[in-house]
């Protein structure tokens, strides 16, 4: 999905920017089926993870700039230019679905763990 069908904490995303036609037909549909793995979603431009409907919901954080992390109620919308980033997603025999957020650019290493 692109809007998620959750209030993610950020007011002016929740106010602005979410899903609000038919949530509630949505969140029915997925609690009907146990099955749904997860509902994932973008927008935002910030990883967020919640439960919701009774599986798992997602938002990937943005290949571009990232919303600001500000939970204050009010707060205004403004954007940080953290490191762009993709949910890759890997599904796995028993397990199901293993999500990774991966930082896009190019970082130093990779470097072996010390031991302390």
Not at 20 to 36: I, K, Q, Y
Request: net charge neutral.
């Amino acid at each position: 999905m692109h809007h998620p069908p959750f209030a993610c904490g950020i007011t002016a995303m929740d106010e602005q920017h979410g899903l609000t036609e038919g949530v509630e037909r949505l969140s029915e549909l997925v609690r009907r089926h146990p099955n749904v793995e997860r509902v994932m979603c973008g927008h935002v431009h910030r990883p967020i993870q919640v439960r919701w409907a009774g599986t798992m919901a997602s938002i990937a954080p943005s290949t571009a700039h990232q919303a600001t992390l500000d939970l204050r109620p009010g707060a205004a919308l403004s954007m940080k230019m953290e490191p762009p980033g993709i949910a890759l997603h890997q599904w796995r025999e028993g397990t199901g679905l293993v999500t990774h957020v991966s930082y896009v650019g190019d970082y130093d290493g990779p470097q072996p763990f010390r031991q302390l």
